[in-house]
């Protein structure tokens, strides 16, 4: 059986990150946008915004950059703080994947087909 995703949570006093977060934060990179990456997570732009407020307030320091709209418009961005988060998150999920790789086999061949 081929494992097709291994899901973390992180829990810390006063942050929590997971897929979805990271996902937006891995969208806002490519997008440079709260809505689109908002769209592209079929999400409203209420409520990425409101996990994008989650997380700045969260972390020591922000995570995501916000320029706000207007004629030009506004845009997003990931600070060296959220790149730095993003990043050790997937190496984190990696190694798990890794480490646990005999587990999950002997779980996956004990699942219903």
Known sequence: MELTRL???????KAMLGPGK?????????????????RAMKMSY????SLVEEMNAGFK??????ARGGAKG??????????????AYRRLEEKA????SEEI?????????
């Open 7 to 13: 899901m973390m949570r992180l829990y810390f006093d």
């Open 22 to 38: 990271v996902r937006l934060l891995e969208e806002i990179a490519e997008h440079g946008s709260i809505s689109a990456a908002g």
């Open 46 to 49: 209420k409520r990425a915004w």
């Open 61 to 66: 320091s922000p995570l995501v950059d916000r």
């Open 74 to 87: 506004g845009g997003a961005s990931l600070t060296p703080e959220g790149e730095a988060v993003l990043a």
């Open 97 to 100: 994947r890794e480490a646990g």
């Open 105 to 113: 086999a002997l779980i996956g061949a004990m699942v219903a087909d």
